[in-house]
């Protein structure tokens, strides 16, 4: 199979949806930690809100950039694929479980058996 072309507009849209996922993730364990931390030393550091309001903002130009970047990426891999031909992977024919190994013709063997001798009486 050979990938020889990609939509800038599915990726940027992919892009964004997935930074914007792990700007939220970013966004409560930030929370999470300067609410623990306002709990254990309170009055030392930067209160709460004003911590979640710097952390919005950099999440906001990190899911920005990201998002750009990823379609700037895009549409250089649909220019460099016009003369490279794409990326080519290679799926096997086959996709069904492999056959447990009891199955296949292969005896299952007793550890001990394995270990012990074969002319030592048990």
């Given at each position: 199979?050979?990938?020889?072309?990609?939509?800038?507009?599915?990726?940027?849209?992919m892009?964004?949806?997935?930074?914007?996922?792990?700007?939220?993730?970013?966004?409560?364990?930030?929370?999470?930690?300067?609410?623990?931390?306002d709990?254990?030393?309170?009055?030392?550091?930067p209160?709460?809100?004003?911590t979640?309001?710097?952390?919005?903002?950099?999440?906001?130009l990190?899911?920005?950039?990201?998002?750009?970047?990823?379609?700037?990426?895009?549409?250089?891999?649909?220019?460099t694929?016009?003369?490279?031909?794409?990326?080519?992977?290679?799926?096997?024919?086959?996709?069904?479980?492999?056959?447990?190994?009891?199955?296949?013709?292969?005896?299952?063997?007793?550890p001990?058996?394995?270990?012990?001798?074969?002319?030592?009486?048990?």
């Open positions: 199979m050979r990938i020889s072309e990609n939509n800038p507009w599915s990726v940027t849209l892009s964004f949806l997935v930074l914007g996922g792990l700007g939220v993730c970013v966004l409560g364990a930030v929370l999470a930690t300067s609410v623990i931390l709990i254990v030393a309170p009055g030392e550091g209160a709460p809100s004003q979640l309001i710097i952390a919005t903002v950099v999440v906001a990190e899911v920005l950039l990201g998002t750009v970047v990823a379609c700037v990426c895009s549409f250089m891999y649909n220019y694929a016009r003369f490279s031909g794409g990326a080519e992977v290679a799926l096997p024919d086959d996709l069904s479980d492999p056959a447990p190994a009891g199955s296949r013709g292969e005896e299952a063997q007793d001990q058996e394995a270990l012990a001798p074969a002319d030592i009486d048990r």
